[in-house]
């Protein structure tokens, strides 16, 4: 009677690895072994580098939002006037940014001017966001204010205005220069309501990230934005930040609270939420697909067994005379695929981190093999590809490739170990 074994004993190890090993001329698959090991590699390295662009770009997104935004805005209900017409100003500004600065977990309330304006420069034109703020409230916008990406002197703020790089690159001008501001609902007169027509010193261009933002925003002083639009004496909005821009629902009742019983609340998540909604839905959708990817690569690997046993059929005979149990062979030939894909997810999570790692580099030469055009930021909002490499991504891809390659060894395995011994030498 065979004496048992301990499980995973040394000598398993050594048989699995000899057959892995082992020259066709040998009797082994080196051939499907490395087709099964390249499988392997290349779909956890897809699974990888895809999870890390798309958390990337999800981040980059999402701090271009917080970074150039209002967490939450602050309106005004609409109100009807003696004339008939429907303003949503707020004429009690500086009580209501008072109260809502005092509020646990904002950072900074500030009042603001919004209107729309056409800007000229010579013979180009460009439609405009127009924001009117103060000086200490635009250098509190922390991707607009870095001098880093920026031209110009954010200090001569209240001397002049800011406008986005992509506007300024479309108009042609730079700090110093004068553009025009065209505004229909311009000064009133007798005959009627004319179109205010003012030019302003570039004093700062910002470029803040996000290719929507630098194309078409301009920030003015808020006392000047409040003549420019005729909002002499009220603010069309309050502008809201707060410590933790990812629980700001939480702060929705407390902010609507302080401001008044005719105020409305648009957060971030309000403008972007469906959007970020459609990544995560993209997300799982792709780690759906590779991960199928995934299990076709680790399929090799019972392709690759299967053909090992048949070669190896003499040895396990052999084997099995020598008192081997039918636990070692499974254990054996298990191993032969394990080996496969451990090493081969191994690889792939390598080559996975570099490319999340060197992502700039790869991409600006795929960029300059292509002739350049590869990313487009007016389609895709930000100006680059980028990658954030997370652990948990990268355990999920390392799990699910490991488990698929445990798994599908199981049956090759079975199938050894279960091989009558004097059927695999009758005829040796």
């Known amino acids: 009677m065979a004496s048992r074994t301990a499980p995973f004993a040394p000598f398993e190890f050594m048989i699995a690895w000899r057959y892995l090993r082992a020259r066709r001329a040998e009797g082994g698959v080196s051939v499907m072994t490395w087709i099964s090991l390249i499988g392997i590699t290349l779909a956890v390295f897809a699974l990888i580098a895809t999870l890390s662009v798309r958390a990337g770009f999800r981040a980059e997104f999402v701090d271009t939002i917080l970074g150039a935004n209002a967490h939450a805005t602050v309106y005004s209900a609409p109100v009807t006037t003696e004339t008939g ?13 008072a109260r809502l600065a005092e509020v646990p977990g ?29 000086a200490e409230d635009l250098g509190a916008i922390r991707r607009v ?14 001397e002049g205005i800011a406008i986005g790089s992509v ?30 027509v003012n ?48 629980e700001v629902d939480r702060l929705t009742v407390p902010l609507l609270m302080a401001a008044g019983p005719t105020a409305y609340i648009w957060t971030w998540r309000d403008s972007s939420g469906s959007f970020l909604r459609a ?112 652990l948990a991504d990268v355990l999920k891809a390392a799990g699910l490739s490991l488990g698929l390659s445990f798994v599908v060894t199981i049956f090759p395995a079975r199938r050894a170990a279960r091989m009558n011994p004097v059927e695999a030498l009758r005829y040796e």
């Not at 204010?145 to 209240?158: C, H, K, V, W």
């Not at 078409?216 to 069309?236: K, W």
């Not at 496969?340 to 996975?352: E, F, N, P, Q, S």
């Open 85 to 97: 017409a429907t303003v949503r100003t707020i004429a009690d500004y500086e009580a209501m940014t």
């Open 106 to 134: 904002v950072t900074s309330a500030a009042p603001q001017v919004r209107g729309q304006a056409m800007a000229s420069a010579g013979d180009r034109a460009a439609a405009a966001d127009v924001y009117g703020l103060s």
């Open 145 to 158: 204010a870095d001098p880093e990406t920026s031209q110009g002197d954010i200090a001569r703020f209240d």
């Open 167 to 196: 506007m300024a690159q479309e108009l042609g001008v730079g700090p110093g220069d004068r553009i025009r501001l065209i505004q229909p609902n311009g000064a009133r007169t007798a005959f009627g309501t004319s179109a205010r």
């Open 199 to 246: 030019a302003y010193e570039v004093v700062y261009i910002f470029t803040a990230g996000r290719y929507d933002i630098d194309r078409t925003r301009i920030y003015m002083p808020f006392l000047e934005a409040q003549s420019y639009f005729n909002r002499e004496g009220v603010a069309d909005e309050i502008e809201v930040m707060v410590e933790d821009p990812e």
């Open 279 to 390: 990544l995560d839905v993209e997300d799982n959708v792709m780690f759906i697909i590779l991960s199928i990817l995934v299990l076709i690569a680790a399929m090799n690997i019972t392709s690759g067994l299967i053909m090992l046993v048949k070669n190896k059929g003499r040895d396990i005979g052999i084997l099995r005379t020598m008192g081997l149990t039918e636990g070692s062979v499974l254990r054996v030939f298990f191993l032969c695929g394990t080996f496969t894909g451990v090493i081969g997810t191994a690889m792939g999570v390598v080559l996975g981190c570099l490319f999340a790692l060197w992502i700039d580099p790869i991409f600006s030469f795929v960029n300059y093999v292509a002739g350049g055009g590869v990313w487009d930021p007016s389609i895709r909002g930000i100006y680059n590809l980028p990658a954030k490499l997370q």
